[in-house]
């Protein structure tokens, strides 16, 4: 299940009926398939059902010829059928509500679609799909080459910043941890030990005038 939703790049949709308890996993058409299906559908060379179940056979996540002969048809035809209306088929007003839905997942304000959006402008040669295919050092490091190219290409470009993310927020140490105060508590202790192992080698004379010096 886990290395199907993997391969799917996680848009795998399932329909699951009660009767029979039986689960039906499958993929949506890409655009130029849906397209392939719907001019085939409208000239008449596949009426709706036959549109539907061939849909069916390309999108279903396992193998159709060997699903039971019981089976009623209409149940694959109606899947069939869902899936059309998932990859297009929906009317202006599902469509509208599914680009706010995608708006919000896809916000221009997270720092996610500022990297994202930065890399496109800057490097057109990648798409979206290899961003997201990418591990999350690698994305890192294209980004910030992405923020050098726009940086000299851009007047005025300015690098993201926890300001730009969290307006107001203090950056914190890594981990909880103040690095900066242990080093220079390190380096003072370290101090308190080379000033003593050199009064160590002083003479009595010296440590007098040393004394008198401090005060």
Known sequence: MIDEILESGGDLYQTILPEGNLAFRYRLLSLREYNVFRKLRSNGILNEYECSMRVFERCFL???????DDMPAGILISIGTLIMWLSGDCDSFTLMEDIDRHRLQNSPNSVYSYMQAAIVTAMPMYTVDELESWNREKFLKIFTIAE?????????????????????????????????????????????IDLEETEAKLTKEQLRKLNQARR
């Open 148 to 192: 050098n190219v726009l940086e000299k290409q851009r007047e005025g470009y300015n690098r993201l910043t926890l300001e730009k993310v969290e307006p107001g927020k203090k950056k914190k140490p890594a981990h909880g941890i103040d690095f900066e105060k242990e080093n220079r508590a390190i380096r003072k202790h370290q101090n308190s």
């Open 62 to 68: 396992g193998e159709a010829s060997l699903l039971s």
